[in-house]
């Protein structure tokens, strides 16, 4: 089992920056991708940046050039910044881990195996 617990959300205005927080634990290994989701009531969940643990990383186009994933791997915390935001990155967003991963595309494309943190609702005014 692998928990995971967001924190950092929050309302900021369009342009501005926002780092959210994911506290990792359980049983992480080498294989372990962690990424981040996000969510639109009625939309689909949609997969915004992973990292592997030797520090691979895939960012959606979506957010290219404005959201960096970064990871403590010593304190086994996830981080997503977030620069230049825009109203259309509102969404819930949800810290994932999938063990048996050997690159973040294979995270960031779904699957049945995925762990889920609660989610952290970021709010971007206009």
């Known amino acids: 089992q692998v928990h995971l617990q967001e924190s950092g959300g929050g309302s900021v205005q369009a342009g501005g920056s926002l780092r959210l927080s994911c506290q990792v634990s359980?049983?992480?290994?080498?294989?372990?991708?962690m990424g981040w989701f996000r969510q639109v009531p009625g939309k689909e969940r949609e997969g915004v940046a992973a990292i592997t643990r030797d520090g691979l990383t895939s960012v959606a186009d979506s957010v290219k050039g404005r959201f960096t994933i970064s990871q403590d791997n010593t304190e086994n915390t996830l981080s997503l910044h977030m620069s230049s935001l825009k109203p259309e990155d509102t969404a819930m967003y949800y810290c994932?881990?999938?063990?048996?991963?050997?690159?973040?595309?294979?995270?960031?494309?779904?699957?049945?195996?995925?762990?889920w943190g609660q989610g952290t609702q970021v709010t971007v005014s206009s």
């Open positions: 359980g049983n992480i290994d080498s294989h372990t991708c």
């Open positions: 994932a881990a999938e063990n048996f991963c050997s690159y973040p595309e294979a995270l960031l494309r779904g699957g049945p195996f995925i762990y």
